[in-house]
Each structure stands twice: as C-alpha cells, then as structure tokens.
C-alpha cells in the first residue's frame, strides 16, 4: 500500500542552472541558508558564496565551482524546509538528481555531510575538467529524434572518435558527448537524418562520454576516503533509472555516472509509473521541472526558487 509520501519525490538541478545571485535571496531570509554556504565556503577553503552571488558568470560557470555551488543552493533550500517541519523520510518517497544534482539528492537523504558532498563535488569537477585537453572533446544537444536513431547515429560517428549518448533529457532531446570530429559528425548526421535541431554545445569538456575515465577513477578514490550512509528514502540513480538504497551501491554508481549517460527521461517515467504526481525542484533554476512536463504530463513539477516557493511549498506538504 502506497503512502501518501511516495506520491512525492525531490529533484536536484545540475550543471547549466546556475545564475549569479542564485541563493543570495534565501541566505538573506533564512539563517540556516546562510549557514549552508558558510559550510560550504569552509570546506573548500574559498569564499564561493561570494562569487555565487557578485559573480563574474565566467567564473561562476567554471565546472569546479558551478557544482559545489549549485549544491550548496539545494541543501540551502532543503534546511529551510526541515528547520519548519518537514522531515524527508515521512514527506517525501523518493530523492534523484540531474547529474552533480544526485550529488544534492544524496546529501538531502543524509549519504553524504554536506562538506564532504562540497569537497566531493570540487573534486568531481577538477577531474572532469583536466580529464580531456582542452578543444578535443565536445557536446551537442539532438532535438527531435528518438534514442534508438541517436544511438545509431553514434554509432556511425564512431570512425571519427568517442561518440555516445551523455544525456536523454525527454521531450526528444538527447545530448551526445565525445570527440570533437566524432560529436561533429554526428551532429551532421542526425541533421541528415530530420533532427529538428543539431547544436554543439558551449562545454569545456566532454562529460558523461568515455573520454572521462581518468575522472571516474578520481571519483573512486574520493568516495572511497568519505563516510557514507544509506539514505533515508531511496534515490533513483542517473546510469539505472532505479531506486538504490544502499550507500556502497551508490557508490559504485556514482563512479559510473561519470562516463555513463544520465537517463532522465526514464527516471521521470519511472516517478508516474510508480505513483509519483508531485516533482519538487529543490535549488537554482526550472530546468527539471520544464523536463518533468514534456515527459509526463501528468506529473507536477514545482521549482521552489524564492522564500514564497518553499512556503508555499511547506503549506502544501505539511498540510
């Protein structure tokens, strides 16, 4: 029997949903957002607030700091919630996020401390930046075929090079990564074969590609030296698009999340095939919540970006 808290799931942005400013509006509202990225500034030893908030976006944008940062604005939204009564384990069935958001997921259902999801996170993201030199590797988003044609198309470029699908966002819009003449040519391709669109994409690295192995073996270690716990509601892992619960699988999971594709798509499918009708987007953007409605439309997505969204948010919860 279903309870009514499996009826709701939490999901985390990733890379691409940050905007200078992000979090400062919370952090001036609420003093446990405040103490979220003071932690955070601790743990890395580096005032990232400050460059959350003044900028430059350049810098902000930068791998290793865009995903501590995103980070810290969803467990900065989470501590609001849970210093006003909502508690994760009886509100909430099940947590995912989008790539470094699985990250955020995992520290909201207690995986991770929340400085070592930050130190995590400056690691994965130096790791995926010196992975691959820069100009070699690339990303281009496919819109308006299916996954089997694009998985095809890879296929095909891969004369040239690392050809694969990173992300299957829903909606028919996948994004391929690797390299450079390969992801080019299967841009090509898929314009040949009727995309509506093939758009390489502003990236410094070909992340979710294999090109990121040396990245996955640095997050190997890093898990390996950091405490980890099951989390208190199962978390929908990015490379399976299942529920896992226990914190060593996850783990594993995680190194392999690195070189394998976010299956976003299948997640969400997964959310309305078992009960879920309320996606709440815990952080920065509404980038999971526009994914949700073109993938399930009888799904609710919810972005809770602003002190009125989470007590709106806490009203509808809690009751």
Same mark, same amino acid.
């Given at each position: 029997?279903?309870?009514?808290?499996?009826?709701?799931?939490?999901?985390?942005?990733?890379? $691409?949903?940050?905007?200078?400013?992000?979090?400062?509006?919370? %952090?001036? !509202?609420?003093?446990?957002?405040?103490?979220? &990225?003071?932690?955070?500034?601790?743990?890395?030893?580096?005032?990232?607030?400050?460059?959350?908030?003044?900028?430059?976006?350049?810098?902000?944008?930068?791998?290793?700091?865009?995903?501590?940062?995103?980070? +810290?604005?969803?467990?900065?939204?989470?501590?609001?919630?849970?210093?006003?009564?909502?508690?994760?384990?009886?509100?909430?069935?099940?947590?995912?996020?989008? /790539?470094?958001?699985?990250?955020?997921?995992?520290?909201?259902?207690? #995986?991770?401390?929340? %400085?070592?999801? %930050?130190?995590?996170?400056?690691?994965?993201?130096?790791?995926?930046?010196?992975?691959?030199?820069?100009?070699? @590797?690339?990303? +281009?988003?496919?819109? @308006?075929?299916?996954?089997?044609?694009?998985?095809?198309?890879?296929?095909?470029?891969?004369?040239?090079?690392?050809?694969?699908?990173?992300?299957?966002?829903?909606? @028919?819009?996948?994004?391929?990564?690797?390299?450079?003449?390969?992801?080019?040519?299967?841009?090509?391709?898929?314009?040949?074969?009727?995309?509506?669109?093939?758009?390489?994409?502003?990236?410094?690295?070909? &992340?979710? /590609?294999?090109?990121?192995?040396?990245?996955?073996?640095?997050?190997?270690?890093?898990?390996?030296?950091?405490?980890?716990?099951?989390?208190?509601?199962?978390?929908?892992?990015?490379?399976?698009? #299942?529920?896992?619960?226990? +914190?060593?699988?996850?783990? #594993?999971?995680?190194? +392999?999340?690195?070189? @394998?594709?976010?299956?976003?798509?299948?997640?969400?499918?997964?959310?309305?095939?078992?009960?879920?009708? #309320?996606?709440?987007?815990?952080? /920065? $953007?509404?980038?999971?919540?526009?994914? !949700?409605?073109?993938?399930?439309?009888?799904?609710?997505?919810?972005?809770?970006?602003?002190?009125?969204?989470?007590?709106?948010?806490?009203?509808?919860?809690?009751?």
């Amino acid at each position: 029997m279903s309870s009514p808290a499996s009826s709701i799931a939490f999901t985390f942005p990733g890379q $691409g949903s940050q905007a200078v400013g992000m979090g400062k509006e919370l %952090a001036d !509202a609420f003093p446990e957002a405040r103490a979220v &990225f003071d932690e955070v500034d601790e743990a890395l030893g580096q005032k990232l607030s400050q460059i959350m908030w003044d900028g430059p976006e350049e810098t902000l944008t930068l791998t290793a700091n865009a995903q501590p940062a995103l980070m +810290a604005v969803s467990i900065a939204t989470m501590r609001v919630l849970e210093a006003r009564g909502l508690v994760l384990a009886d509100k909430v069935g099940f947590v995912a996020g989008h /790539s470094l958001g699985e990250y955020s997921a995992l520290c909201a259902a207690g #995986t991770f401390s929340l %400085a070592d999801t %930050a130190r995590l996170l400056r690691i994965r993201g130096d790791a995926m930046q010196s992975a691959v030199p820069v100009g070699q @590797g690339a990303m +281009a988003a496919i819109i @308006g075929l299916d996954h089997a044609d694009v998985e095809a198309i890879c296929v095909e470029a891969k004369s040239e090079g690392v050809c694969q699908i990173a992300n299957d966002n829903g909606g @028919g819009q996948l994004v391929i990564s690797g390299s450079k003449l390969a992801v080019e040519k299967a841009a090509a391709l898929a314009t040949e074969k009727g995309a509506k669109r093939a758009i390489m994409l502003p990236v410094s690295a070909p &992340f979710h /590609s294999d090109l990121m192995a040396p990245a996955a073996d640095a997050m190997r270690h890093a898990l390996d030296t950091v405490q980890k716990n099951d989390p208190v509601v199962p978390v929908i892992a990015n490379v399976r698009a #299942t529920p896992v619960s226990d +914190a060593n699988e996850i783990a #594993t999971l995680l190194v +392999a999340q690195v070189t @394998g594709q976010v299956r976003w798509r299948e997640t969400v499918e997964w959310f309305g095939a078992n009960g879920v009708t #309320t996606l709440y987007e815990i952080g /920065s $953007g509404k980038v999971l919540t526009g994914l !949700a409605r073109r993938i399930d439309k009888n799904i609710s997505g919810i972005a809770l970006n602003t002190p009125a969204d989470i007590e709106a948010a806490l009203a509808a919860i809690l009751g």
